[in-house]
């Protein structure tokens, strides 16, 4: 079956640290771009970062840059999310999906809480 | 940064309605423009890229038009699984950007 399936979401306090994961199944995974993208509470959808299929090339969000680091590992099928210096507007569900531009797959999203 | 405007915000409508929901963006995009669908308590849904089409498994009942910056989705007869939020989504320019949204309800 072609999914993705994000992991590593919970609370965490303000300025701390968090790496998300997404694991991807059924398909090439090293022939694919591969995005993150977030939804704060009753929010709509915010574009995070993107990578390249080789890591070579990678984009974020101006909001992002600095503290979040967007990488993957072609072995494992597998693309991450380092989050440092968290704040309460980062909290979200998470999601990452298949493609840099527009996204043709989606995961089912992981919950992020920052709140002391 | 790219602004993308949607509208309406919100529409009611009944199961068999043709429905249209217009996506304006701030700057020419040419046809760097994709529609989500999320279902109310459930991830996104790609139906559409490069603003007419289709990702894989998208009923033909959705259809997208436009380029430039005015485009529009249309749903030619609804059926109850349609009842969602769309979203447009430019992807011309970083940073990408999102409308705000078109909530679709049952009238």
């Known amino acids: 079956e072609v999914q993705l399936v994000e992991s590593g979401g919970t609370l965490v306090q303000p300025g701390g640290s968090l790496r998300l994961s997404c694991t991807a199944s059924?398909?090439?995974?090293?022939?694919?771009?591969m995005s993150w993208l977030r939804q704060a509470p009753g929010q709509g959808l915010e574009w995070v970062a993107n990578?390249?299929?080789?890591?070579?090339?990678?984009n974020s969000v101006d909001s992002v840059r600095g503290r979040f680091i967007i990488s993957r590992d072609n072995t494992k099928n597998a693309l991450y999310l380092q989050m440092n210096s968290l704040s309460v507007e980062d909290t979200a569900v998470y999601y990452c999906?298949?493609?840099?531009?527009?996204?043709?797959?989606w995961g089912q999203g992981t919950q992020v809480t920052v709140s002391s | 940064d790219i602004q993308m405007t949607q509208s309406p915000s919100s529409l009611s409508a009944s199961v068999g309605d043709r429905v249209t929901i217009t996506c304006r963006a701030s700057?020419?995009?040419?046809?760097?423009l994709a529609w989500i669908q999320q279902r109310p308590g459930k991830a996104p849904k790609s139906l559409l890229y490069?603003?007419?089409s289709f990702q894989s498994g998208v009923p033909s009942r959705f259809s997208g038009s436009g380029s430039g910056t005015d485009f529009t989705l249309t749903i030619s007869s609804l059926q109850p699984e349609d009842f969602a939020t769309y979203y447009c989504?430019?992807?011309?320019?970083?940073?990408?950007?999102f409308g705000q949204g078109t909530r679709l309800d049952i009238k």
């Open positions: 999906a298949r493609g840099g531009s527009s996204m043709g797959l």
């Open positions: 059924g398909f090439t995974f090293s022939n694919y771009w």
């Open positions: 990578i390249k299929q080789d890591g070579s090339q990678k």
């Open positions: 700057q020419d995009i040419s046809n760097s």
């Open positions: 490069a603003a007419s």
């Open positions: 989504q430019q992807y011309h320019a970083y940073p990408y950007s």
